[in-house]
């Protein structure tokens, strides 16, 4: 079987693993996606706090980006189990491996999404100061 980038070797029905992945490997992925989900629902909620005391489009947007990030961060999770499923249904390779290339495009489409909200809620935030001039001329 060629190797997909999937952490997680299938066993055939022959064998008695029944082609699912175990519980350790559900866990495995799941840790490593705690660090990243941690870190967008810290952004939520950064972003919660600063509308709530007053903010504007900046921390709207803020918000969107967190929010569009994780739930790009949390399609991982189906999408790294879905390969062995598919081959544990006697799908070819190929048609695995192109589910999974359109999943994988799908998910970065969407994490690029948030990215372009997270810019531009940044430059939002600082071109306002940035309009102002920097130096007054006196008035004659």
Same mark, same amino acid.
């Given at each position: 079987?060629? $190797?997909? /980038?999937?952490? =997680? @070797?299938?066993?055939?029905? @022959?064998? !008695? !693993? /029944? !082609?699912?992945? !175990?519980?350790l490997e559900y866990l495995m992925v799941l840790v490593a996606s705690t660090p990243a989900l941690a870190l967008w629902i810290a952004v939520i909620i950064y972003g919660a706090v600063k509308l709530h005391r007053g903010g504007g489009r900046a921390e709207r947007f803020l918000i969107a980006g967190g929010s569009i990030k994780l739930i790009g961060n949390l399609l991982i999770i189906p999408t790294v189990f879905l390969a062995p499923w598919l081959f544990h249904? &006697? $799908? +070819?390779? &190929? $048609?695995v491996s192109t589910v999974h290339t359109g999943l994988t495009i799908f998910r970065n489409v969407i994490s690029m999404a948030g990215i372009i909200c997270l810019i531009y809620?940044?430059? =939002?935030?600082?071109?306002?100061?940035?309009?102002?001039?920097? =130096? +007054?001329?006196? &008035?004659?």
């Open positions: 079987m060629p $190797y997909l /980038g999937f952490p =997680v @070797e299938v066993q055939s029905q @022959e064998a !008695g !693993g /029944g !082609g699912m992945m !175990g519980i249904q &006697d $799908y +070819s390779t &190929d $048609y809620a940044f430059w =939002v935030k600082f071109n306002k100061r940035n309009s102002e001039p920097m =130096v +007054s001329l006196p &008035d004659n």
